[in-house]
């Protein structure tokens, strides 16, 4: 959740990227990605496909100015489907408790898959050992600024909150994405009494067409991006990476910031022509084959205001529109 002033000075701004993790040339790609993730500046990441944890990709991409709020879903996954996938888990985070085997762990995503990209290793036998070592720390998280944007201080502005949601979806089959991003939507259907709106972003795998859509705009969510700009994008993957184990396949549209706004809120767009901007969506200067990741992100400028307040211009009526402001303070994430 992020503490929000309902007022028309104070604005945040929302980005939501698969980083692929440590795939696809990862030590070319980091210092592009950092330095694109720099001049985001964003007060909300929200991350999928990344390392979190005891590895913190976050905290090496963003710097120590953001507080990272994790979920591993590998883990709940393994632990969850058998006893063995229980077994596992426990003993992985028993381990993680030691500082050298702690250390050992974090050391081994890079290095297996560095050797399966330098030997262009993509056989079963090759990719479950990636898995293994990427497990205790593979998820999705949301990190959010310790510094204050806009003005946030003012007296005269109310205080409301906005929930988070940051998800991965299936990539296999549209139903299951259907149903579980129905769920998300029943997962905070009891937290809407209390908050001036919920934006939930993330790669949802499921082109503009997908019954998944219309799901979530008969739960009250608007697309930021289409609100704004008419469409969503023509493709967030693949973002025209080259690389030797890169995924493959049609280019669509992945990737959404979703919003719902609650009765007696406005969520109003910050700035027209910045509202819902495609991001890192340019190959490095030096290589027209690299880019921060397979995927390309969206970055959101929201606000929120009490009904009363007026001011902007408002991109969803009634049914939904996205917004947050002020100093982020805690995430949620599925």
């Given amino acids: 959740m992020v503490t929000v002033n309902a007022g ?58 953001y507080h990272v709020h994790e979920c591993r879903a590998a883990l709940q996954h393994l632990s969850a489907s058998s006893l063995l996938g229980a077994a596992y888990v426990s003993s992985i985070r028993a381990l993680l408790r030691f500082s050298w085997t702690r250390s050992l762990l974090v050391s081994l995503p890079e290095s297996v898959e560095g050797w399966r990209e330098q030997h262009q290793l993509a056989g079963n036998w090759s990719r479950l050992l990636r898995d293994l070592a990427i497990a205790p720390f593979y998820g999705n998280s949301i990190a959010t600024s310790a510094v204050e944007h806009g003005s946030s201080s003012s007296s005269s502005s109310e205080v409301a909150y906005v929930w988070l949601v940051n998800t991965h979806l299936d990539h296999a089959a549209a139903d299951i994405r259907k149903r579980q991003a129905q769920a998300i939507c029943g997962w905070m259907e009891p937290l809407k009494g209390s908050c001036a709106g919920i934006v939930m972003t993330g790669d949802l795998n499921a082109p503009p067409d997908e019954a998944l859509h219309a799901a979530m705009a008969e739960a009250g969510f608007l697309s930021a991006h289409k609100a704004a700009h008419g469409s969503e994008p023509s ?39 910045l509202c819902a901007q495609l991001f890192g969506d340019k190959p490095s200067q030096q290589d027209a084959t690299l880019y921060p990741s397979d995927h390309i992100g969206i970055q959101v400028k929201l606000r929120v205001v009490a009904s009363s307040s007026g001011g902007g211009s408002v991109i969803g009526q009634g049914d939904a529109a996205a917004g947050a402001s002020g100093a982020p303070e805690a995430g949620s994430s599925k």
């Avoid at 990605?33 to 964003?42: E, I, M, S």
């Fill in 8 to 65: 028309p000075a104070a604005e945040v701004s929302v980005v939501t990227f698969n980083i692929r993790g440590i795939m696809d040339r990862w030590p070319e790609r980091a210092p592009l990605l950092r330095r694109c993730l720099k001049q985001a500046d964003a007060d909300v990441f929200c991350f999928q496909e990344v390392l979190t944890g005891e590895f913190e990709q976050e905290l090496q991409l963003l710097g120590p100015d």
């Fill in 235 to 273: 493709h967030t993957w693949p973002s025209g990476i080259q690389a030797p184990l890169m995924d493959e396949g049609e280019p669509h549209c992945a990737d959404y910031v979703y919003a719902w706004q609650a009765p007696g809120y406005q969520l109003l767009v910050a700035a027209a022509q």
